[in-house]
């Protein structure tokens, strides 16, 4: 049952609610807790059993880390982080490592026979809930949460029905006590969570699904050239975010339906001034747990600050700030695009976003310098125009390479912007992309409602308390109208390839 | 959460129903039920344009019939007129709601069915047969099935924009691709072709449209074949024997042409627009023309004028055949002139 389906908006979710409001207030989060397991049985039956696991893992890591001693608190926090690894490890990864050294060493010459892949069902959310149990191990050995002492509500935590299968990452400290508590439902949330799921339906099924058939034309062809290339570039950029921000927006929604506020995972990432800005606003969750768990307990490690302290000492003391930097920002990216999955092109995209923001660190000031020189505001339409068109070339360049089956596929389309554009081609080729002419405008006027309600939302207009303040029977036309949107212009049922959840898979 | 809130909230479902319902009332298909009703509408609309009760052979199927199946070529080399009604996809429900409409204003001599659609995990009108809940919305609220029925509804200038559907009017359904991607015969599951070792089921649905549209077909005096057209990376063994089998025990003529493939002359090399799955224009050439002589030398005689009529009925069927030939002969030129453009 995908968040998209409307087994879960319309059966599932009401269910729940209806459930947990009819129990009394002390077993709600019994209810939450049988829906989530529930849930996730009914598309990962018994894969279910890693997520229990890794509940179990951190209830124990939490336990046995009172009262003890920070050298023995950070023994228990090493072998428990450990265990949850080595399941997201040997199920994930293990094929990708194993046939990678195998290449490696048949490259080397040596004869090693026929390999046979290693095969596992990597469950559904395993790389959502084992990032949620580290940061709940890490948050209590660094006495940022006291541990839980009820494991069935550290499962809620650890398997909330929402959040499961494509984030947002929460932590625990933001909405265990929420879950828990036995709250009421209220009107206003469950209001304000469905017009959330109706605009996260709008992104996915109106746009993203729409788009999926041209993006997945233009990334079959071998034939590349530039100008097919760029637009599909472009498409497949456009139709991950709105896949996966519409995905988020009907997660934030189920979770703000029940009373629990998740944290936001996307807040308008094509206005970033930079790389690193965009990714401050795109995928948060996933950005500030590696800045938490890896980007500082890199920086502050003592083979790091070694470094950084012998390139005082020497002559290079500007480069001690590059050297932290470089070390926190590689592990950073390389495990961001290893995360994704067990592909090279993932890795190749964690490098090439490391590259980028490297740079951007080393160059960021030079360049306002340089704006200084010449008396340019950096908030002058030049510039932002220069910085937009900058970060859109550098987004699509490496989603591009996201979506690339391999890097070659890759470098080809890569290649061909500059070898051989072709501009004029692509204009006979357009109709060859799936999609139908009235696809176009469908197209057109949905990306342009997005874009408008970004920028409303980007000047802080609080759009809801707009529509709130319409009479009573223009809200209602106004919902109806939308609903509608979405059901007559929704990419779904026949002529229609079903596309699943983007996320859902990493 | 109060009870006026809750009686708002209600009120507002309510709404909404109320909406849902009379939308479907309004949207969706009055005399047939139909997975894809869009593009059966479409189809229909085009065939439509054909004078009445001038079409001999009804080609039907999915998207290896209208790429295999030229009815202007077939007309060019044999005499008799075709339509191919296949649609992209098309479901055995749709093949048998666009069929049982074309007998509304055509008597074809002969139905020739496209089997690939037979084998097809979902050929009823529901998205998925297992998918109960949504099957039970779409059929309280049939808007949520024929939700994008609108583009059938808007100018076919607007709507066959695409190019392998622009021109399906003009050639009877047939879906022109010039453009060649071979199949890869070094590939890695060249030698799979047709020997893929998988397990193919008809389902109790595909079972009963084929029932039916075999029963349609033969209660309208019409004769019916099955056909497989040449697909290089979906056609298999297993299809073949479990279509073979039906045909067998209702007495029907199977052509797979898969088995057929050098005396059709298929080359994979030139042949095909997408690597195999589909013939371009040069493929459907071959077995257009190795199609009308199969069904010329197996179906003798049903092309042939009643006998016993007045000269007076004579008279009016020989203007009327030579209106279709002026007509056709006009279509044929446009076609090979639309070839000479690429």
């Not at chain 1, 109208?481 to 007559?488: D, E, G, N, P, Q």
Request: neutral net charge.
């Amino acid at each position: 049952m995908a968040y998209h389906s409307i087994q879960y908006f319309v059966l599932f979710l009401p269910l729940v609610m209806l459930l947990y409001s009819l129990f009394p207030k002390k077993k709600r989060w019994a209810v939450l807790l049988a829906a989530s397991l529930a849930f996730e049985w009914m598309f990962s039956s018994f894969m279910i059993v890693f997520n229990l696991v890794v509940v179990a893992i951190s209830y124990t890591a939490g336990r046995l880390m009172e009262g003890q001693k920070p050298k023995k608190k950070k023994k228990i926090m090493y072998v428990s982080l450990l265990l949850e690894l080595i399941c997201l490890i040997v199920l994930k990864y293990s094929d990708f490592f194993v046939f990678s050294g195998y290449s490696l060493l048949t490259g080397l010459g040596l004869e090693m026979g026929d390999y046979n892949h290693i095969k596992f069902i990597v469950p559904i959310g395993i790389s959502y809930y084992t990032l949620q149990g580290i940061s709940y191990i890490v948050d209590v050995k660094r006495k940022k949460i006291a541990p839980s002492h009820d494991i069935f509500k550290l499962a809620l935590y650890l398997s909330f029905f929402p959040q499961i299968m494509e984030g947002p990452i929460t932590r625990y400290d933001e909405v265990a006590d929420r879950l828990c508590d036995g709250h009421d439902l209220t009107y206003s949330d469950i209001c304000q969570g469905y017009q959330r799921i109706l605009y996260g339906l709008f992104k996915k099924v109106v746009i993203a699904d729409r788009m999926n058939v041209a993006v997945e034309t233009v990334f079959a062809r071998g034939d590349y050239y530039g100008a097919l290339s760029f637009l599909g570039a472009i498409l497949c950029t456009i139709q991950l975010y709105m896949d996966f921000s519409g995905t988020i927006d009907i997660a934030i929604g189920s979770g703000k339906v029940l009373g629990v506020s998740m944290a936001e995972n996307f807040k308008q990432p094509f206005f970033a001034d930079n790389a690193s800005d965009f990714w401050h606003r795109w995928h948060i969750t996933l950005g500030t747990w590696f800045k938490d768990y890896i980007f500082y307990p890199v920086s502050l490690s003592s083979f790091v600050t070694k470094q950084a302290k012998a390139c005082k000492k020497s002559n290079k003391a500007w480069f001690a700030t590059y050297i932290t930097a470089f070390w926190s920002l590689i592990c950073v990216w390389l495990s961001n695009g290893l995360w994704h999955g067990p592909k090279w092109t993932y890795i190749l995209y964690g490098v090439y976003y490391f590259l980028i923001i490297f740079l951007e660190y080393m160059l960021e000031p030079k360049f306002k310098k340089f704006l200084n020189k010449h008396k340019w505001s950096p908030k002058s339409p030049g510039v932002r125009a220069f910085r937009f068109i900058k970060l859109c070339l550098i987004v699509i360049v490496g989603e591009m390479f996201f979506k690339a089956d391999t890097w070659s596929q890759g470098f080809a389309m890569f290649k061909s912007f500059f070898a051989n554009p072709e501009l004029g081609r692509l204009f006979s080729d357009i109709s060859g992309l799936g999609l139908d002419i009235y696809d176009y405008p469908i197209l057109l006027f949905s990306l342009l409602l997005v874009l408008a309600i970004s920028i409303m939302k980007e000047k802080k207009a609080n759009i809801r308390s707009k529509i709130e303040s319409m009479p009573l029977l223009c809200r209602w036309a106004f919902w109806y109208a939308a609903v509608f949107v979405v059901i007559i212009f929704g990419a779904y049922g026949p002529g229609f390839d079903a596309v699943a959840m983007m996320y859902a898979t990493f | 959460m109060r009870m006026k809130n809750i009686k708002k909230a209600a009120l507002f479902v309510l709404g909404l129903v109320v909406l849902l319902a009379t939308s479907s009332a309004l949207i969706g298909p009055k005399d047939y039920a139909a997975f894809n009703y869009a593009d059966v509408r479409t189809k229909l609309k085009s065939l439509d344009k054909e004078a009445d009760y001038s079409i001999d052979v009804v080609c039907a199927g999915n998207s290896q019939s209208f790429y295999a199946c030229s009815p202007l070529l077939i007309y060019k080399e044999f005499g008799f007129t075709s339509y191919d009604t296949g649609t992209a996809g098309q479901r055995l429900c749709d093949t048998y709601a666009v069929l049982s409409e074309t007998y509304k204003t055509q008597a074809p001599k002969l139905v020739v069915l496209e089997v690939d659609g037979v084998i097809d995990a979902h050929p009823g009108v529901h998205e998925k047969e297992d998918d109960y809940f949504f099957n039970a919305a779409e059929t309280v609220f049939p808007i949520l099935h024929y939700h994008s029925v609108y583009y059938s509804s808007l100018p076919k200038s607007l709507v066959n924009l695409t190019s392998s559907r622009r021109n399906e009017k003009l050639l009877k359904g047939y879906h022109l691709r010039t453009d060649v991607k071979p199949y890869d015969t070094d590939g890695e599951d060249s030698d799979a072709y047709m020997y893929v070792d998988e397990d193919y089921q008809m389902t109790d649905t595909a079972k009963s449209y084929l029932e039916k549209i075999v029963d349609l077909a033969r209660s309208q005096g019409s004769e019916i074949m099955f056909l497989s057209a040449p697909s290089a990376t979906n056609w298999t063994m297993n299809k073949h024997e479990a279509v073979s089998e039906i045909a067998e025990s209702k007495g029907i003529y199977y052509l797979d042409m898969n088995l057929q493939l050098e005396k059709i002359g298929i080359d994979w090399e030139v042949d095909t627009c997408d690597g195999g799955e589909h013939l371009n224009s040069s493929g459907a050439k071959k077995t257009s023309s190795y199609l009308g002589r199969f069904i010329i030398e197996n179906f003798p005689g049903i092309f042939d004028k009643p006998e016993g009529l007045s000269d007076t009925a004579k008279t009016a069927l020989e203007v009327k055949e030579k209106q279709i030939k002026e007509n056709w002969d006009r279509d044929y030129e446009s076609y090979m002139n639309l070839l000479k453009e690429g």
